[in-house]
């Protein structure tokens, strides 16, 4: 986990640490590691497989939430005359990204030609807007060029990930086996579709004492506001 994070940082992806501590929340953390000595401070949380009590990192630049897209897409794109509805093209200088939205991913396309197969593009239907796939839609498929060192990511979640490799016939093949249409076998990776760690998140709500300054007192009020803004 902590050499993703640290690539993330080579990359320059604006992950930092929260510029802002709460005494009220010092003081719960400070009480948690009381009743739980085997737990122990950190100065991020990043790590979910112990326990430990501290701020997390916020995607912030200049005080202000930095979304995926503000990040990685340069700002100075500009809006190709083949955008349509569907399809966003961008120009860059080095250059040219084209976005299709309204589109279902149905599986990877693998070359078998060598020994280990390798991705080399993805097929996928259109959408109806409502993330339906229409009975008459037709299946498209895109490559990526292999002599320019490009290839296929693929980042659709920790459940759309794994459910696009099964479909692509990645995976456990005795799981494919006990299906009524199974896909065809391309590379057995018996992790695929498992041990998924969820990271519930539990609201828990005190009533404190009228002197806890807390992001609730501050927001509600003209003078709190000011603050948050200034801070």
Aim: charge should be neutral.
């Amino acid at each position: 986990m902590d050499r993703a994070f640290a690539a993330l940082d080579d990359l320059g992806y604006p992950r930092v640490p929260q510029r802002l501590t709460w005494d009220v929340l010092d003081t719960f953390g400070k009480a948690f590691l009381q009743t739980f000595p085997s737990a122990t401070k950190v100065a991020s949380m990043i790590d979910s497989s112990r326990e430990a009590v501290g701020y997390f990192m916020v995607n912030q630049a200049d005080g202000l939430r930095v979304s995926s897209y503000n990040a990685f897409i340069d700002k100075t794109r500009v809006e190709n005359p083949l955008t349509s509805s569907t399809v966003k093209v961008f120009e860059f200088d080095k250059g040219r990204l084209e976005v299709r939205t309204r589109c279902l991913v149905k599986r990877v396309l693998f070359d078998r030609h060598d020994s280990r197969p390798s991705a080399i593009g993805v097929e996928y239907y259109d959408e109806d807007g409502e993330g339906n796939v229409p009975d008459d839609s037709k299946t498209h498929r895109v490559y990526h060029q292999r002599d320019a060192g490009c290839g296929t990511i693929l980042s659709a979640g920790s459940i759309g990930s794994p459910q696009i490799l099964q479909c692509s016939g990645v995976g456990d093949f005795a799981h494919f086996a006990t299906l009524s249409d199974p896909p065809p076998l391309i590379h057995e990776l018996k992790g695929v579709g498992k041990n998924l760690q969820d990271h519930l998140q539990l609201r828990s709500v005190y009533r404190l004492n009228s002197t806890a300054v807390t992001l609730n007192t501050l927001a509600n009020s003209l003078l709190g506001k000011i603050k948050i803004g200034l801070q």
